[in-house]
């Protein structure tokens, strides 16, 4: 899952993050990845990986009407969640740029 959004504190933000690590657990997040823009502080991704696409899609909804819906610290706009799945078997795709 690629979940992007802007905070408004990073310390806040991360503190509340870290409040949920039981709740990752038990919907079955086995990996988080935090990344944040390097010309923009106040923007993070999150990449968050699941054994299943169910358990991906139950900690989707999960964040949907139990911590995006209420006030998040350190928050600031509305979150952006996608399901994405590997490409098995298939070769990178590779840009000339």
Same mark, same amino acid.
């Given at each position: 899952m690629h979940?992007?959004?802007r905070i408004a504190d990073i310390d806040t933000w991360l503190r509340d993050f870290d409040s949920r690590a /039981?709740?990752?657990k038990q919907h079955g997040v086995t990996q988080v990845h935090i990344l944040q823009a %390097?010309?923009?502080p106040q923007y993070i991704v999150e990449l968050v990986f699941f054994n299943t696409a169910d358990d991906?899609?139950?900690y989707r909804t999960f964040l949907r009407e139990h911590v995006w819906s209420?006030?998040?610290p350190g928050l600031a706009g509305n /979150?952006?969640?996608i399901l994405l799945? %590997? #490409?098995h078997g298939k /070769?990178? #795709?590779i840009s000339k740029a």
């Open positions: 979940i992007q959004h /039981p709740a990752r %390097e010309d923009d991906a899609n139950k209420s006030s998040m /979150p952006h969640a799945h %590997e #490409l /070769p990178p #795709l």
